[in-house]
């Protein structure tokens, strides 16, 4: 079994395993840094996160996109992750939505959490268009 089928036989409603899959295949245009999957001992890491995206995009009623998954340490360094990067241990997604702002989706989010659904990081970065999301176990704010 490899990762995309790991994910779809979870039978998230919006999303599917080769969303995660394919960003291993990325490389840093200026490093030339390929990124890679995550370990096998990791892949359920990232499972929660997935569900928390998987609702907020039915709460939000319009695709999302993810654009940033697992990062090994090499591809993290070269795409300026934070050391201590929650996409290093599978628990982190960036999301864009496509047809909402990233604050809509931000804000959804934030409900979420605070109704208890998840602890984690959330991260609103308005000029790239993307909002960060983790279940990191504890909850961390930045850019709202």
């Not at 899959?21 to 840093?28: C, G, L, M, N």
């Not at 245009?29 to 998987?54: F, M, Q």
């Not at 319009?62 to 090499?74: F, Q």
Request: glycine share 10%; no cysteine.
């Amino acid at each position: 079994m490899d990762l995309a089928e790991f994910i779809d036989d979870k039978g998230f409603r919006f999303f599917k395993g080769i969303e995660l899959a394919r960003y291993a295949d990325r490389v840093h245009a200026k490093s030339g840094v390929k990124n890679s999957l995550p370990p096998r001992h990791l892949w359920a890491s990232i499972l929660s996160t997935l569900e928390v995206a998987d609702k907020a995009r039915e709460a939000l009623g319009s695709p999302i996109v993810i654009t940033s998954s697992y990062r090994s340490p090499e591809y993290n360094k070269a795409v300026g992750g934070a050391s201590k990067s929650q996409h290093m241990q599978h628990t982190a997604l960036d999301l864009v939505p496509r047809e909402a702002s990233p604050q809509k989706l931000f804000d959804i989010l934030w409900k979420m959490r605070v109704d208890g659904f998840f602890r984690g990081g959330l991260g609103l970065y308005n000029a790239s268009g993307f909002v960060h999301v983790d279940t990191r176990g504890k909850n961390a704010t930045w850019g709202k």
